[in-house]
């Protein structure tokens, strides 16, 4: 599908800007309502709405609701709620869709409007043509009888809170364990902290002030040295770090060592494993070899998608396997939730630290990734290095001195012109060498 709008996940951009305005977002309302009511059968659509603590959520979350309304769909909206409490929600409700506002990570000035099936999963290609294409059609309301209504779902957050305990183990506990849990001024800010401390664990909370304009600011999971030092400052036993809309994790040991999503994924599966088989695992381009190494020599097939947890979702489902993940956090266990959850992902480490009395540094003690360095190298738009012999030779010559104790990936950005040059070696300064030696090609030949 060529799409004009939508990324790979969702509608995102500048508030401000198309196409984040509220014009476009109010004809994205309609279109979206009258895809839903073009399939509808026997009923009036009904689509939760839900959001981050984005100071532009307010604005974007009439628009949306007016265009919705005026094409005859329902709305229930749920105020602030992690994305993936909105795609429980939508599934329990039984809506037709449900509907993120949040740019995820990204800044306050930045949002965006992502959309989830009746399922609870990302929407399909064909769902999204289907919007896309009512987009270009002019701006229609309904007669007045047939208008939606709108109404509040005032227990959202409880709701989800009880639905990520119930993935915790009944058998288990968190008595005794001290947890600093930073919600990124986000959308888990009154989520996050109750699920742990409901499940016994003494919580220290961070990132739970949110106003308006400092979601992700310094804190949250790409800024987990701030957790870290809090976890040291507290005496905590582990830290928990989620992003603005709490899809992503990262956590933190006691030691102050900082766990990314790669090395989270193995201490699950290898729980899993421990209860039964693990059919296989889903990880990414920029997985880290040293999983995949480790997975194959347990026994247990390891696949790579595309960058993104839509596509490591899209290969799960191919394949008919439950977990995977990206490095960032993105972690995927299918057999808890239909889409990515940073609280419940926690639980599942937590479930396995637990368990068996032991560290995150016990858990993953018998995976050592190896060190990664990513370069960003400018190029001209639509620069394809793969035609380029010069850079194709370059590759081969890193790749012939790695001899097999590493990789090169090379892969454009989706949204700006520059090439990722990634090299894992065995030595961070190998890699971080090579690296800079690619890209140093790729600026030569990008500009001939």
């Known amino acids: 599908m060529s799409r004009k709008y939508f990324g790979t996940d969702g509608v995102r951009g500048t508030v401000g800007e198309v196409p984040i305005t509220p014009e476009f977002v109010l004809r994205l309302?309609?279109?979206?309502?009258?895809?839903?009511?073009?399939?509808?059968?026997?009923?009036?659509?009904?689509?939760?709405?839900?959001?981050?603590?984005?100071i532009s959520g307010y604005m974007l979350e009439a628009a949306l609701e007016a265009g919705l309304s005026s094409a005859g769909v329902d709305v229930v909206l749920?105020?602030?709620?992690?994305?993936?409490?909105?795609?429980y929600l939508t599934r329990a409700l039984r809506l037709d869709a449900g509907i993120v506002i949040s740019a995820s990570h990204n800044p306050y000035p930045d949002n965006g409007i992502k959309f989830f099936s009746a399922h609870g999963k990302k929407l399909p290609d064909a769902v999204e043509a289907a919007i896309e294409a009512e987009l270009d059609k002019p701006l229609h309301c309904v007669s007045s009888k047939n208008l939606?209504?709108?109404?509040?779902?005032?227990?959202?957050?409880?709701?989800?809170?009880?639905?990520?305990?119930?993935?915790?183990?009944?058998?288990?506990?968190?008595?005794?364990?001290?947890i600093v849990v930073d919600s990124a001024h986000g959308a888990a800010y009154h989520v996050a902290p109750p699920v742990f401390h409901e499940?016994?664990?003494?919580?220290?909370?961070?990132?739970?002030?949110?106003?308006?304009?400092?979601?992700?600011?310094?804190?949250?999971?790409?800024?987990?040295?701030?957790?870290?030092?809090a976890v040291e400052l507290n005496d905590a036993d582990v830290g928990i770090a989620l992003d603005g809309d709490a899809d992503r994790l990262v956590m933190v040991d006691a030691a102050g060592r900082i766990y990314n999503g790669d090395e989270l994924l193995y201490v699950i599966v290898r729980e899993r494993m421990r209860r039964g088989t693990v059919d296989g695992v889903v990880g990414t381009l920029m997985t880290n070899y040293a999983l995949e190494r480790r997975f194959r020599e347990l026994g247990v097939p390891f696949a790579r998608a595309k960058v993104g947890d839509r596509y490591v979702l899209e290969m799960l489902e191919e394949k008919g396997w439950l977990y995977g993940g990206e490095g960032s956090g993105h972690l995927l266990t299918l057999d808890c939730h239909t889409t990515g959850d940073g609280i419940v992902s926690a639980l599942q480490v937590l479930s396995a630290m637990r368990r068996h009395r032991q560290t995150?540094?016990?858990?993953?003690?018998?995976?050592?990734?190896?060190?990664?360095?990513?370069?960003?190298?400018?190029?001209?738009?639509?620069?394809?290095?793969?035609?380029?012999?010069?850079?194709?030779?370059?590759?081969?010559?890193?790749?012939?001195?790695?001899?097999?104790a590493g990789r090169v990936l090379i892969r454009p950005s989706g949204t700006e012109p520059v090439l990722r040059v990634m090299v894992e070696a065995r030595e961070v300064e190998i890699a971080e060498a090579m690296a800079h030696r690619l890209a140093a090609v790729v600026g030569s030949v990008a500009t001939h």
């Open 29 to 54: 309302g309609q279109a979206a309502g009258r895809a839903l009511t073009s399939t509808a059968e026997g009923h009036r659509p009904a689509v939760l709405i839900g959001k981050d603590t984005r």
């Open 78 to 87: 749920c105020g602030p709620l992690p994305t993936p409490g909105v795609a």
């Open 148 to 178: 939606g209504k709108a109404r509040r779902l005032d227990d959202a957050a409880g709701r989800y809170i009880e639905f990520c305990k119930r993935t915790f183990p009944n058998e288990l506990d968190l008595k005794d364990v001290k």
């Open 199 to 229: 499940l016994g664990a003494e919580v220290v909370s961070l990132g739970a002030s949110p106003n308006g304009m400092n979601i992700n600011d310094g804190v949250g999971a790409l800024h987990a040295q701030h957790l870290a030092k």
């Open 360 to 404: 995150l540094a016990d858990l993953t003690a018998d995976l050592a990734l190896m060190p990664q360095a990513l370069v960003n190298a400018k190029v001209e738009r639509g620069f394809d290095w793969k035609s380029h012999d010069g850079l194709v030779s370059a590759v081969g010559e890193v790749e012939r001195e790695l001899n097999g």
